[in-house]
């Protein structure tokens, strides 16, 4: 993974090392993201929520799947 990825809580930032940094961000720019941001040019996101892994991912067709 390349460049820095925001998680949709606005609060971590992937590293390309797979190391995780926290960031705070304003509620108004976590209002909305876009998703080339949040998936920093690849076509999968690994969200960490209440303790569980889920997966945010780009189909070919373009289309956003978030599984568990």
């Known amino acids: 993974m390349t460049g820095k990825t925001v998680s949709p809580a606005g609060e971590m930032l992937m590293l390309p090392a797979g190391k995780m940094e926290h960031k705070t961000v304003s509620a108004a720019a976590r209002r909305q993201l876009a998703s080339r941001d949040l998936l920093g040019g690849g076509n999968e996101l690994r969200i960490e ?7 945010l991912r780009q189909t070919r067709q373009g289309k956003l799947i978030l599984t568990k």
């Open 49 to 55: 929520h209440n303790g569980e892994i889920y997966t």
